[in-house]
């Protein structure tokens, strides 16, 4: 993952993905709960409000920004339709996740 402004934590972990059957269908990578904690304490600094957190996340070689989401005391990572297809993401299989959470992260382009 190529470096981003003042990184607040970088962490990796495998996780299953989740599918949520609701009205709008959609998947998740849930974070694992040894990493909820430092999730919390960076959002502090990161999140925009309503409990999401601003991330920049690698998987299969590709990297794409989006919020992480709180959910049951911990966090989903979504993983959209386009990461999804170039990224090559089995959705039977656990997914390997970079995650970078900056200060940066926050700032809309």
Do not use: C
Request: glycine share 10%; no cysteine; hydrophobic share 40%.
């Amino acid at each position: 993952m190529p470096p981003n402004d003042d990184p607040i934590a970088d962490i990796s972990f495998t996780a299953a993905i989740i599918h949520w059957r609701g009205p709008s269908p959609f998947y998740f990578a849930a974070v694992p709960e040894e990493h909820v904690g430092e999730v919390r304490y960076a959002a502090r600094q990161a999140s925009y409000g309503w409990g999401v957190v601003p991330v920049e996340a690698e998987i299969g070689g590709v990297t794409f920004r989006t919020s992480l989401f709180p959910k049951d005391g911990g966090y989903l990572l979504p993983l959209k339709v386009d990461v999804r297809k170039r990224a090559k993401i089995d959705l039977q299989g656990p997914v390997q996740v970079a995650m970078r959470i900056s200060a940066g992260n926050s700032q809309r382009s």
